[in-house]
């Protein structure tokens, strides 16, 4: 077996997935998006894994 039919069905599996996602998806606002880098803003962080520090 060759790599081809493997590499041809992974890309059409990608782009399966890629089609679905912007079929069902609702296009982005950027008003109401969150700022990619919120540095010095005093913005909390909420969601990530840097959110859930011990507090005191």
């Known amino acids: 077996m060759t790599r081809r039919p493997i590499v041809v069905a992974l890309l ?3 782009a399966g997935v890629l089609t ?3 079929a069902t998806s609702r296009p982005l606002d950027p008003f109401t998006a969150p700022p990619l880098l919120a540095l010095g803003s005093g913005q909390a962080s909420g969601g990530a894994h840097c959110a859930s520090l011990p507090g005191s």
């Open 20 to 22: 679905l996602d912007l």
């Open 12 to 14: 059409v599996a990608v």
